[in-house]
């Protein structure tokens, strides 16, 4: 999984499936947090929808998630505050993760 910690953010590599059946994520692997979005790529949806699905996901405010790089694409980059919660998921994720590469 592709993710920089800068002092106190961590930027991941999240690439994205819109218009799918369910918001969920797919998998983990070495490109990437994969997770299938249920809005259209239509104006922003698809990116709004990733944002509000970090932050229930995370629980960080969305106002403290920015969208980096991607705004038109499936590969995106998005910054966030580096709590307790993204601490403890990164460091399942480097141990375990949902499909290899």
Do not use: C, W
């Not at 947090?33 to 929808?49: Q, T």
Request: net charge positive; hydrophobic share 35%; aromatic share 6%.
């Amino acid at each position: 999984m592709r993710f920089k910690i800068d002092k106190q953010h961590v930027q991941l590599t999240i690439i994205v499936k819109p218009n799918a059946k369910k918001t969920q994520m797919i998998k983990i692997d070495s490109q990437g947090i994969h997770i299938s979005l249920h809005a259209k790529p239509h104006k922003g949806e698809a990116n709004e929808e990733l944002i509000e699905y970090l932050s229930d996901y995370f629980h960080v405010p969305k106002t403290k998630i920015q969208l980096l790089r991607g705004e038109h694409g499936r590969n995106k980059q998005v910054l966030f505050p580096l709590t307790k919660n993204v601490e403890s998921f990164l460091q399942e994720s480097k141990n375990l993760q949902f499909a290899p590469n």
